[in-house]
C-alpha cells in the first residue's frame, strides 16, 4: 500500500520504481474488482477503466524524457494511490463490510471519476509536450541564470500542471504562474500554448471561489498582454467571465471586467458580449462598482456601442441614464470621458436615442463636462450629434456657445474640430450666426485654419464661411491680419486639400475690400485661382476675374 502522508517514499523511490509499483497494483485490482457482486453497473465501468491504465502507462514509459521529469513521478503516485483504494473498496465490498449502500455508491462513483482523472492526465502528459522538455525540481527556477531552453521546460511544465492533477495542486501551480508572470511574462507568452489557455478557462467555472480568482488574474494578463484574445474567445471565455462580473468576488470582478474590456475592442467579440448577455452586468457595475472596476465596465460598453446593430440592445438595458449620471458622479476622470464616448457613439446615427439623451437630461451633463480645463473631443462630438434635436432657445439657455468657445480656445485638435461642427450645424439662422460671431468664435476658426489636419482645416473654414454671411461676422474676419493669408493657403490644388471650396466662398465674400484684394494678390492667390478655375471649383472663376480687374487697375494707377 502507498503510504498517503509519507513523503520520504515519495523521494526515495525513482520513476522506474513508481512505475513497476504502478503496473503490479492493475492485475491486484482488476482481480479483486472482477470478485465483487454487488453494485454491478458501477464495477463494471470501474474495470473497464482500469483495463485501460497498462496502455497509458506504457506510452508514458516510453517517452525518452520518461525518468527525466517530476511530473511523470507524481502522475504515477497518483494512479498507484487510485489503484490502492480501487483493491481496499473491492474488498469492503466482497466482504460486504461498508457503513450504508448509499455511502458505498458515493465512495465508487468518486473512484470512476479518479480514474478518468488519471487516464485523461496520463494522457495530457504526452499531448502538452511537456514531457519533451527536461526539468529542474523549481517550476520557478530564475530566469536570469538558466539558460533558454531550461527556462521554457519549467514553463511547460508549471503550465501543464494546470491541466493535471487534483484541485491543491492547480493552486499552487497558479501561484507559481502568477509570480512568474509578474518577473518574466514574456517567456510564459512564448511558450503558453491554446490547449493552456483552454485549461485556464475551465478554472474560470471551478468551484473554489481562489481558484477562479486567481485564474481571472492570469486571464486579465494574457488578455491585457495583446498576445492571446484569438484564442480566449474561441476557448470560450467570455461566458465565464461575464458571470464573474455579475456574482464573484471583488478581485474577481475587477479582472473579470478589465478581460472584458481589452476582449471588447474587437466588433466580432463585441457582439459576442451581447449575445451572451453582458450588458446588464457591466452596467450594473457602473451603478455600485469601485473606481477600477466602474471605469473598465464604462469603457467595455463604449467599445460595444461601437456597433450600430447592438445599440438598441444598450438601449434597452438602461445604459442612457447611467452614462448620464457617470458624466455627473463619476469616479474617475476615465469613467466620465469613456461615458461620453459611449453617448457619441448611441447618437451619431439614430433620432431615437438622441431624443432619450436629450430627455435623459444629457446635454446639461454634456456641456457641464466640457466645463473642464480640457474638454475632450468624444462631449463635443456627442453634442454635436444632439444639437439638431433641440430647438437654438434652449440650447442658448443651457450655455452652449460659451462652451464651444472654451472648446475652440482650450480643447485638443480633435475637441476644437468637432466644436467646429457644431458652429457648422447650429449656423441655421441670421441671429444664430451674429450670436456666434459676438461671442469670439470667428479668431479661433481662423487660427483652426493653420492645423496640420486637413479635416480641421476643412471644417474650420466651413464654419468660417457660414458665419459670413451676415455683415457683422464678415468684418470681424477682415479685421483679422491672419484671416487672408490663411484662407489663400488653403486655396491649394492640392486633391487633399478639401477646404478649397469654402476658401473661395469665403475670400469672394471679403474681395469687395481693396485691401484684402491686395492682400490676396500677394500672397498668390491669382496662381491657385488659375488652377481651381480648370478644376471648376464653384466661385473660383468669378473670384480670379475680380482679383485680375483689381490687379489690372492698379498697374494703370501706377503708371
Not at 159 to 183: C, P, S, T
Not at 298 to 318: D, F, H, M, W, Y
Request: proline share 3%.
Amino acid at each position: 500500500m502507498v503510504d498517503d502522508s509519507g513523503t520520504n517514499m515519495v523521494d526515495i523511490l525513482s520513476v522506474e520504481e513508481w512505475l513497476s509499483r504502478a503496473q503490479a497494483l492493475v492485475p491486484v485490482a482488476l482481480e479483486k474488482a472482477r470478485e465483487v457482486k454487488g453494485f454491478p453497473g458501477r464495477w463494471k465501468m470501474i474495470i473497464s477503466k482500469l483495463e485501460q491504465i497498462p496502455n497509458r502507462l506504457s506510452d508514458l514509459s516510453s517517452h525518452p524524457f520518461f525518468s527525466k521529469n517530476a511530473l511523470c513521478k507524481e502522475q504515477l503516485q497518483t494512479v498507484s494511490k487510485t489503484l490502492n483504494e480501487a483493491v481496499e473498496l473491492a474488498e469492503k465490498c466482497v466482504k460486504e463490510k461498508y457503513e450504508g449502500k448509499l455511502r458505498m455508491q458515493s465512495d465508487l462513483d468518486a473512484l470512476s471519476g479518479r480514474l478518468d482523472l488519471n487516464l485523461r492526465d496520463c494522457g495530457l502528459l504526452i499531448k502538452s509536450g511537456v514531457l519533451g522538455e527536461v526539468t529542474f525540481p523549481s517550476a520557478v527556477a530564475s530566469t536570469s541564470a538558466a539558460p533558454e531552453a531550461a527556462v521554457h521546460g519549467n514553463l511547460r511544465e508549471l503550465l501543464a500542471r494546470l491541466q493535471i492533477g487534483h484541485l491543491e495542486a492547480k493552486h499552487k501551480a497558479l501561484d507559481n504562474l502568477l509570480e512568474v508572470m509578474k518577473e518574466d511574462e514574456k517567456n510564459v507568452l512564448a511558450v503558453l500554448g491554446r490547449s493552456n489557455i483552454a485549461a485556464l478557462v475551465q478554472l474560470l467555472t471551478a468551484t473554489s471561489p481562489r481558484m477562479r480568482e486567481k485564474t481571472v488574474t492570469v486571464i486579465c494578463s494574457l488578455a491585457e498582454s495583446g498576445s492571446c484574445e484569438n484564442w480566449l474567445v474561441s476557448e470560450g471565455v467570455l461566458p465565464p467571465l461575464i458571470r464573474l462580473v455579475e456574482s464573484g468576488t471583488t478581485v474577481s470582478k475587477e479582472k473579470a471586467t478589465i478581460s472584458l474590456q481589452r476582449l471588447s475592442m474587437t466588433a466580432e467579440t463585441a457582439r459576442s458580449i451581447v449575445g451572451h448577455g453582458g450588458i446588464r452586468p457591466l452596467i450594473e457595475i457602473c451603478r455600485t462598482g469601485d473606481s477600477v472596476s466602474q471605469a473598465a465596465a464604462a469603457c467595455t460598453l463604449k467599445n460595444i456601442s461601437a456597433v450600430p446593430e447592438v445599440r438598441q440592445a444598450l438601449a434597452e438595458e438602461g445604459i442612457i441614464k447611467v452614462m448620464i449620471n457617470l458624466l455627473d458622479c463619476g469616479i474617475l476622470l476615465g469613467s466620465k470621458e469613456y461615458a461620453a464616448e459611449c453617448l457619441q457613439n448611441l447618437t451619431s446615427g439614430n433620432d431615437d436615442l438622441r431624443r432619450s439623451v436629450v430627455s435623459e437630461g444629457g446635454i446639461r451633463s454634456l456641456l457641464a463636462y466640457l466645463d473642464g480645463p480640457l474638454p475632450q473631443e468624444s462631449a463635443v462630438g456627442a453634442l454635436r450629434n444632439l444639437v439638431g434635436s433641440v430647438s437654438m432657445e434652449v440650447l442658448i439657455s443651457l450655455g452652449l456657445l460659451p462652451r464651444l468657445v472654451h472648446v475652440l480656445k482650450s480643447g485638443s485638435l480633435g475637441a476644437q474640430q468637432a466644436a467646429a461642427s457644431a458652429v457648422c450645424r447650429i449656423c441655421t439662422s441670421t441671429e444664430m450666426k451674429k450670436l456666434l460671431g459676438e461671442a469670439g468664435c470667428i479668431p479661433l476658426l481662423i487660427k483652426m485654419l493653420e492645423a496640420k489636419a486637413n479635416g480641421v482645416r476643412e471644417v474650420a473654414a466651413q464654419a468660417i464661411a457660414s458665419l459670413m454671411s451676415i455683415a457683422h461676422n464678415c468684418r470681424e474676419v477682415k479685421r483679422d491680419n491672419k484671416s487672408v493669408p490663411n484662407l489663400v493657403q488653403l486655396l491649394d490644388p492640392a486633391p487633399q486639400n478639401t477646404a478649397k471650396k469654402y476658401a473661395v466662398a469665403s475670400l469672394s465674400l471679403l474681395s469687395s475690400s481693396k485691401k484684402c484684394k491686395k492682400l490676396m494678390i500677394s500672397y498668390g492667390a491669382i496662381g491657385y485661382l488659375k488652377k481651381l478655375t480648370e478644376m471648376d471649383i464653384p466661385g473660383a472663376k468669378k473670384l480670379l476675374e475680380r482679383l485680375e480687374r483689381g490687379k489690372l487697375r492698379s498697374m494703370f494707377s501706377r503708371k
